[in-house]
């Protein structure tokens, strides 16, 4: 068979786990692989190329690649009886993490790729065609320099909500973290490249961005004239580009949640009244053990500041129960901290021993049983959080960012600035996908809410 080097009508398909860096860099790896005739495909048995792009943040999400490696592996075997080759990609954190051994564990992988060589994926995979292929160098070039741009059309296809990564690594090393290792250091992007990709998605109709990074807030990118900008800095170019009705950002750490960050959550309409900012723990102990660097007082004086400068705005965190040597004590410091708080939404997880990571090491870890008692008692508390503040959205007029269709005739679905799935009938009123509208909220399920429409605004947030 003669191999071109721009094959046509070639499937791809992209499995992401894990973070939001995730599923942006799986739109990359899409659109590195636009130019060499890949199109998407939603069958994974139609695919000539799978990538499962991986999460090693914790055992379970690590352990999920194996299984689903042994499903392709049945179905690369299936495809090639008709006559169909297929070439299985692990990419993401799992692949920097464990990179030839993957291929030891499952002889049926073709190519494994780290997280920083996407802009690799056409020659890798060419490669690959002679035999299995590793690469998870940290290449001195910058990525994104070199992944082509999306068209229009396959901009607009994944919604009116885009994601820009505009941070990526980590240089905080807390104990029992992998992405310091898996992302590597702390690189921020110049700030010119961040608002070409903004400028761009806004002339594709997108209305809201999401600056993303492992440590957004730290963001300290070269600015147009030299110097180096700050997230706040940077937010507020970003509104200025037409089109941009909501600016939102994750995910933060609470040592660099700066004050002029904070005031921007007061001072621009864009900047949505929103803060992630996990805490991990309310015991002292416990987050110095981590190595956080901050205590349960400063979490508690930030999250006094951004009520303060916007008293409307939602919380959210992460938090992780069973840390090694974390007492009862320890755990109830953590439970007064989220009664102080009061989140709007949370994440919390047992605490999973990560090799190579100084907290996998350590003596004390707590049995299991205890660990799943925990998580329990803080789910639930963290539940009653989340249900009593969409309680409270009852009666309110919300700005709804139209996202898609509903499955009624005439019905809208969208998101409120607190990212609540509101869905509302809109018959008659010409109201499109990108408008934002002014919706009373009249009724609450678990996971979505129903509106009443009040008015529309075409772009203000
Ligand atoms: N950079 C972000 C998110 C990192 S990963 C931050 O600093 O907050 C997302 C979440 O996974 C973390 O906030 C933490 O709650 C959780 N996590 C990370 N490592 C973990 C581990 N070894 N066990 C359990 N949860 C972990
Ligand atoms: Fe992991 Fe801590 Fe870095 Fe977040 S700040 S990515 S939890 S090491
Ligand atoms: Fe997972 Fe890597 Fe993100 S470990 S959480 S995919 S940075």
Redesign the pocket.
């Known amino acids: 068979m003669t191999q071109t080097s721009k094959p046509a009508g070639k499937r791809l398909f992209v499995k992401s786990y894990g ?1 939001q860096m995730n599923v942006y860099d799986a739109e990359r790896m899409a659109d590195a692989l636009a130019p060499e005739g890949f199109a998407g495909t939603a069958d994974v048995a139609d695919a000539d190329v799978v990538v499962l792009n991986t999460c090693h ?2 055992e379970k999400a690590a352990e999920k690649v194996y299984s689903e490696l042994g499903r392709l592996r049945v179905l690369k075997g299936e495809r090639a009886a008709r006559g169909l080759e297929t070439t299985i990609v692990v990419a993401g954190c799992v692949a920097q993490a464990e990179g030839a051994e993957i291929q030891r564990r499952m002889p049926a992988v073709d190519l494994v790729v780290g997280p920083q060589n996407y802009h690799r994926l056409p020659a890798l995979l060419e490669r690959s065609r002679n035999g299995p292929v590793v690469d998870t160098e940290f290449p001195l070039e910058d990525k994104f320099d070199h992944l082509p741009a999306p068209s229009r059309e396959a901009m607009r296809a994944r919604g009116v909500s885009a994601f820009v990564t505009v941070q990526e690594g ?1 240089d ?1 090393f ?1 104990a ?4 310091p290792y898996t992302r590597g250091a702390e690189v921020s992007r110049p700030v010119a490249r961040v608002l070409a990709d903004v400028e761009r998605l806004a002339g594709a109709g997108i209305r809201e961005i999401t600056l993303i990074g ?2 957004v807030n730290a963001y300290h990118g070269e600015g147009p004239g030299g110097g180096d900008w700050t997230l706040a800095r940077l937010m507020s170019r970003v509104a200025e580009v037409p089109g941009i009705a909501r600016i939102r950002y994750t ?1 933060s ?1 609470p040592l660099d949640m700066d004050d002029a960050l904070i005031a921007l959550h007061r001072d621009l309409p864009q900047a949505m009244p929103y803060l992630h900012l ?1 805490v ?1 723990s309310g015991s002292d102990a416990i987050l110095k053990a981590m190595n956080r660097k901050h205590d349960a007082a400063s979490y508690l004086t930030i999250v006094e500041k951004v009520r303060a400068a916007r008293p409307d705005i939602a919380l959210s965190s ?3 129960v069973g840390f090694p040597g974390e007492t009862d004590a320890d755990f109830e410091a953590t439970m007064a901290l989220v009664e102080a708080v009061g989140f709007a939404a949370a ?1 919390s ?6 090799p190579g ?1 100084p907290a996998a090491d350590a003596r004390d870890q707590v049995p299991e049983p205890v660990k799943a008692e925990r998580l329990a008692r803080l789910q639930e508390r963290l539940e009653q959080q989340r249900q009593a503040f969409n309680a409270a959205s009852l009666g309110k007029v919300m700005p709804v960012l139209i996202e898609r269709e509903g499955r009624h005739p005439g019905q809208l679905v969208g998101k409120s600035p607190y990212l609540q799935g509101v869905h509302f009938d809109a018959t008659g009123t010409g109201l499109r996908i990108g408008d934002i509208a002014d919706v009373e909220i009249v009724a609450l399920s678990t996971n979505s809410m129903t509106g009443r429409l009040v008015g529309s605004r075409a772009s203000a947030a």
């Open positions: 973070c943040i914790r980590c905080k807390c029992f973290c992998v992405v492992q440590n995910t750490h996990p991990q992460d938090f992780i994440f997880f047992k605490y999973s021993q990560r990571t």
